[in-house]
T-cell receptor, first 114, second 112 residues
Framework: DSGVTQTPKHLITATGQRVTLRCSPR?????VYWYQQSLDQGLQFLIQ???????AKGNILERFSAQQFPDLHSELNLSSLELGDSALYFC?????????????FGSGTRLTVV | GQNIDQPTEMTATEGAIVQINCTYQ??????LFWYQQHAGEAPTFLSY????GLEEKGRFSSFLSRSKGYSYLLLKELQMKDSASYLC?????????????FGTGTLLAVQP
């Protein structure tokens, strides 16, 4: 157990629907990062939050949004889902800049859009 | 722009040594990381380099040359359990972020 908790582990939903993925960072970590990993693709950075504030945006679609709450957990909302959104979504956390150990990753949410 | 290149696949024999190369071009640099990822699982941290040179940790070593935008991960005494994807990542240094930019990964198959 890495200390980063993601729920649910698996999600199957239909095109056009909306889902929410949840992430609880490791205790003491203030930064949360979301990544998308499609089949045969690398980890694509979506968005970073630090202590409730957005710090950086990557290749995140307008249909996707995220937030970090006062208790530091984060949610990634995906709407108007398309088949191409099927992927593994990882959340990672770090204390601040991550230091010499980078991030700690959660076990991911596998989203299947049918 | 930001670009990180790694070979897509490699094959090696149990007990041997394998070197996985990574070249990068990024707008900012604040360290290079190697992660291991088994299929469908979370990436796990292997090594970190921020200064030029070699870092050794057990069977794993990682090398960095910042002037050449080049790193490699060296795995010695390969075991079957080392079959996995190996991800090279650069920590961006720009503005208020410290995000990691990942390469597409190198899938290593260790054969008996």
């Amino acid at each position: 157990d890495s200390g980063v908790t993601q729920t649910p582990k698996h999600l199957i939903t239909a095109t056009g629907q909306r889902v929410t993925l949840r992430c609880s960072p490791r205790s003491g970590d203030l930064s949360v990062y979301w990544y998308q990993q499609s089949l045969d693709q690398g980890l694509q950075f979506l968005i970073q939050y630090y202590n409730g504030e957005e710090r950086a945006k990557g290749n995140i679609l307008e249909r996707f949004s995220a937030q970090q709450f006062p208790d530091l957990h984060s949610e990634l909302n995906l709407s108007s889902l398309e088949l191409g959104d099927s992927a593994l979504y990882f959340c990672a956390s770090s204390v601040g800049g991550g230091g010499p150990h980078g991030y700690t990753f959660g076990s991911g949410t596998r989203l299947t859009v049918v | 722009g930001q670009n990180i290149d790694q070979p897509t696949e490699m094959t090696a024999t149990e007990g041997a040594i394998v070197q996985i190369n990574c070249t990068y071009q990024t707008s900012g640099f604040n360290g290079l990381f190697w992660y291991q990822q088994h299929a469908g699982e979370a990436p796990t941290f292997l090594s970190y380099n921020v200064l030029d040179g070699l870092e050794e940790k057990g069977r794993f070593s990682s090398f960095l040359s910042r002037s050449k935008g080049y790193s490699y991960l060296l795995l010695k005494e390969l075991q079957m359990k080392d079959s996995a994807s190996y991800l090279c990542a650069v920590r961006d240094r720009g503005g208020a972020t410290n995000k990691l930019i990942f390469g597409t990964g190198t899938l290593l198959a260790v054969q008996p």
